[in-house]
Nanobody
Framework: QVQLVESGGGLAQAGGSLRLSCIVS????????MGWFRQAPGKEREFVAS????????VYADSVKGRFTISRDNAKDTQYLQMNNLKPEDTAVYYC????????????????????WGQGTQVTVSS
């Protein structure tokens, strides 16, 4: 059974930082590209960042580029999202996702390319 469990969400002030973690079990983590998505109230889920199987390639949404950093530790089956200089518009539920289908080791930006999802963790940024 594949499980993705996020942690690290919470309340931060604008300009502050948070670090999200996602522990994965039930799949070969070191072979799978990973991603982070978010969904704000009343909005569609949107792509945030993705990292390939060995961490050598990353891609970010323009809205977070230069502020967020995605990383992974294959020895710990864990991926991270370091979020700096947070803005109120970053407020959302953040979801960890793993690629499981064709090309699963490569980065992707579409939610349909990710076959396994966590339950989400709330991030709230106050102004």
């Amino acid at each position: 059974q594949v499980q993705l469990v996020e942690s690290g969400g919470g309340l931060a002030q604008a300009g502050g930082s948070l670090r999200l973690s996602c522990i994965v079990s039930g799949l070969t983590f070191k072979g799978a590209a990973m991603g982070w998505f978010r969904q704000a109230p009343g909005k569609e889920r949107e792509f945030v960042a993705s990292i390939n199987w060995n961490g050598g390639s990353t891609v970010y949404a323009d809205s977070v580029k230069g502020r967020f950093t995605i990383s992974r530790d294959n020895a710990k089956d864990t991926q991270y999202l370091q979020m700096n200089n947070l803005k109120p518009e970053d407020t959302a539920v953040y979801y960890c996702a793993a690629r499981t289908g064709e090309g699963y080791y490569n980065i992707a930006t579409q939610s349909a390319d990710f076959g396994a999802w966590g339950q989400g963790t709330q991030v709230t940024v106050s102004s």
